[in-house]
Nanobody, 127 residues
Framework: EVQLVASGGGLVQPGGSLRLSCAAS????????MSWVRQAPGKGPEWVSA????????YYAGSVKGRFTISRDNAKNILYLQMNGLKHGDTAVYYC????????????????????WGQGTQVTVSS
């Protein structure tokens, strides 16, 4: 059974930092490209960042480039998102997602379709 358990969210002041983690199980994590997607209240899902299966290539939405860093540990089956310089506009539920085809809940973003499991992790940026 595939599981993606995101954690590390919380309440942080503008300019602060958080590190999200996503523990993966039930599939061969190291063979899949992975992404982070977020959804703010009242808005559609937004693709945030992606990393290829071996971690050599990373991609970012313009809104987070230079502030967020995606990484992964294939030995531990964990995906990370280091978020620095947080802004009010970063407030959202963050999901780690896989490409389509593993049987998760479909989520359609501005950068394609993905699948997620679980509730995601809430990030709230507020003073």
């Amino acid at each position: 059974e595939v599981q993606l358990v995101a954690s590390g969210g919380g309440l942080v002041q503008p300019g602060g930092s958080l590190r999200l983690s996503c523990a993966a199980s039930g599939f061969t994590f190291g063979t899949y490209d992975m992404s982070w997607v977020r959804q703010a209240p009242g808005k559609g899902p937004e693709w945030v960042s992606a990393i290829n299966n071996d971690g050599d290539s990373r991609y970012y939405a313009g809104s987070v480039k230079g502030r967020f860093t995606i990484s992964r540990d294939n030995a531990k089956n964990i995906l990370y998102l280091q978020m620095n310089g947080l802004k009010h506009g970063d407030t959202a539920v963050y999901y780690c997602v896989t490409p389509s085809g593993l049987g998760g809940t479909r989520i359609v973003t501005n950068n394609g379709e993905y699948e997620y499991w679980g509730q995601g992790t809430q990030v709230t940026v507020s003073s």
